[in-house]
């Protein structure tokens, strides 16, 4: 209260004055009580009683003004003020009008805050009323109801002076039925820039413009050429659809002079969106991507919007600075992975915006920076670093904001934005009376800069990272209502990172100490960093396998970087879900390739082959893999004549492959055999599979038993030889060569028998060779004895 006292030139309003006259009665009536003392207490009492009923009164009623046009008034406009007043009180408020009070002139930028966080304070000076025909009146206000109003009123009207911001309050005076007496109960102060005259020199303002979104693709692609992509979710296509957040950003801001900050993630998500891609819906299930007209068109647009505009590009996956360097540096190969998100930027933007972009600057969260940060920052490349003045804050007592270019050592540059106009448009804007009054502010601000020094100096605006869409509306009619301004002029950031530095301006990086506590509490964790290092060695292993390593390298790269986001902060659970999300994908992919499971085998002889199955289930094939087959009893059985043998694999994809191995057994029983394949640096791949191998030896009993049926099918072929032998010499001495046999003289020798005669032959035979004694060796016929009778005409004889 003492801070806002009534300002020179003024006279104090009738809430002031009211107060002041009931303090006089109080202090009246204590004094009295010690006068009278016993019968004097009751008016005392009764006194306190009106003066806390009189408190309770105060500020019934909320005035919200909703619009000030112009904002930025010059000679000849007329400046209207709408709004509406509202009573939220228990009591109707009678005879009731709104006026306009032009406060002081505000010369700091430290008076504006302070005016604006006790806006609705009744007691504070709110400055004359214009009066007259410059105010609107209600006979009545219902609790609980709200009446607009409008005023106009020509800005010689206001008899504004000198050039600076003055404060302009919207009141609502009126009575009660408790307190039938004019006062002020309700208020609502906003700030009034002028500035008719164009200034000597213009404050150079360079406002950052962001294009960054949370991560949501994930590292699964499909098995198509194209490696369809996999969305978490349809946030995305919502942001960028018409009226989403990301569309206003764009539309909003290709009419303005702004630095473009972009997250290539962002513009690569989107470009994946134009063709076939998925969505991630219940459980495991994908549906198909619908929105591909939609991001073709933002991405239409926002290479129009940036095409005579500077663009920024961040590391890919707008990588968390601070988070990486308190607790992820520690990590090994965390480090890496930022200089990887930062190497892929120019070939990430420029296909897609065709602009190529500035790589070298990083932008901590909120620009708070310590030295592990700057460290981290400058370590993939980046030489400038955008900070904010709440961090880097000014030491020697200036009564001026300095240029925002600051040298911190190593070749380094500090940009630091302004914190104030930095974070001007945070909150909740969705209302007119927020956003205006956000926009009054921010212009107050700015001019009272302007016109601290004659100095030219350079200004950055780096607001929140990702501004909802009430917020960038703001921010685009406060930038609009700068640029017609008299007193500022836009900048690119590098430009700004040019300019001359301020050597009274601090360039001290605060301790680790001072970093923000708050900021502190929402950074990833240590074992956030854990996760993805391991990750991270899976991958490694896995791809040295892959003959088309960059259908793998390259997805799970670009997730593990979005695992790094700066968007995780205050979403600790689902950053884990996403880190864990690509580690699970990760592994089922290396489990693709793997061997064949085997039940026991059977080992029948001294040696024997082994076939052991390599299976890959993946589209693509697989090389540089080293299959070895153990031994875990070389005693007694080996393989490829040691305790082990390797062989190389290459498997094509979606096919498997058996592996043969040469085993050889020194003894009888049950041996353990290990199969296991490793890459060909020596680090094993998949898990081992492990079986029996059960050897069996050809015993002596065995080969005397084989033996002795050889024997047998020997003997009985020489029986058959000899028996063949003996019948042909019994019928050679029954017809010797060159006699006539059949006693006709006709030296034809003997005919040949007919059918009949063949049959008694051999009847007559064997007549002759039953009677004739039979030697134990002979076998025993094993068929009746044939009929005498002539067999028929075309019958088969058996011999």
Known sequence: MAEAADFQGTSPSPARRWARRSGALLAAALLLTGLLQWSSAPSADAAAQDTLRAASDTGSVTVSVDSLTPSVPSEGDTVTVSGTVTNKGRQAVTDAHVGLRVGPLMNTRSGIDTVARNSRDILS?????????????????????????????????????????????????????????????????????????????????????????????????????????????????????????LDRMVSLGKDLDVTWVVDPDLLASVDAMTD??????????????????????????????????????????????????????????SLKHLKEATDVVVNTVEPILHVTPTTDFAWPVDGAVDPSIIKVATSAGADKVIARSDSLKETDGLSYTPSAARPIGGGTTAVVADATLSTAFRGDLTKASTSTLATQRFLAQSLTLGLQTGKERSIVVAPQRMPSASQAQTMAEALAALRKGTWSESQDLTDAAKAKPDPAAATRVPSAGAYPSALRKQELPRAAYEQIARTQGKLDKFNVILSDRSRVVTPFGRALNRAMSASWRGRVAEAATYRSGVEAYLDVLIDQVKLIDKSETKLSGRSATIPVT?????????????????????????????????????????????????????????????????????????????????????T????????????????????????????????????????????????????????????????????????????????APDTASESPDPSGTGERVDR
Do not use: C
């Open 125 to 245: 000076p709110a400055g004359r009323e214009l009066g007259g025909k410059y105010t609107e009146e209600f006979s009545e206000l219902t609790p609980g109801v709200s009446q607009r109003f409008s005023i106009s009123v020509p800005v010689d009207e206001l008899d504004l002076g000198q050039d600076g911001v003055y404060q302009l309050a919207v009141s609502l005076s009126g009575e009660t039925a408790a307190q039938p007496w004019e006062r002020i109960l309700g208020i609502q102060r906003t700030f009034l820039p002028w500035q008719p005259e164009e200034a000597r020199k213009r404050t150079k303002t360079t406002v950052l413009w962001p294009l960054i979104s949370s991560s949501h693709v994930t590292a699964e692609t499909g098995s198509d050429e194209q490696q369809t992509p996999v969305f978490r979710d349809n946030d995305l296509a919502k942001e960028i659809s018409p009226g989403g957040r």
């Open 276 to 333: 076939r891609y998925e969505v991630r819906g219940e459980g495991d299930t994908t549906v198909p991507g619908r929105n591909q007209d939609v991001a073709k068109r933002w991405l239409a647009e926002v290479q129009k919007a940036v095409a005579d505009n500077e663009v920024v590009a961040l590391p890919f996956g707008d990588p968390d600075l601070a988070s990486l360097a308190h607790n992820g540096t520690s990590v090994g190969g």
């Open 614 to 698: 390599v299976q890959n289930n993946l589209v693509q094939g697989v090389e540089h893999l080293v299959l070895r087959l153990s031994s875990t009893n070389p005693t007694r059985l080996e393989i490829g004549g040691a305790a082990y043998e390797e062989q190389p694999v290459t498997v094509s994809g979606g096919h498997s492959q058996s592996v043969k191995f040469t085993t050889s057994a020194n003894a009888n029983g049950r041996a353990t055999v290990v199969a296991q394949l490793f890459t060909e640096d020596g680090r094993p791949y998949g898990e081992p599979v492990v079986f029996d191998v059960k050897v069996t030896e050809i």
């Open 700 to 779: 002596a009993t065995v080969m005397l038993v084989i033996g002795g049926g050889v024997l047998l099918l020997v003997l009985a072929g020489f029986r058959m030889y000899t028996q063949r032998k003996r019948a042909a010499a019994r019928r050679a001495e029954d017809g010797p060569d060159g006699t006539d046999d059949d006693g006709d003289g006709n030296g034809e020798g003997p005919r040949k028998p007919t059918a009949p005669e063949v049959r008694l032959t051999e009847e007559s035979e064997t007549g002759s060779r039953a009677d004739a004694p039979q030697q134990p060796s002979d076998p």
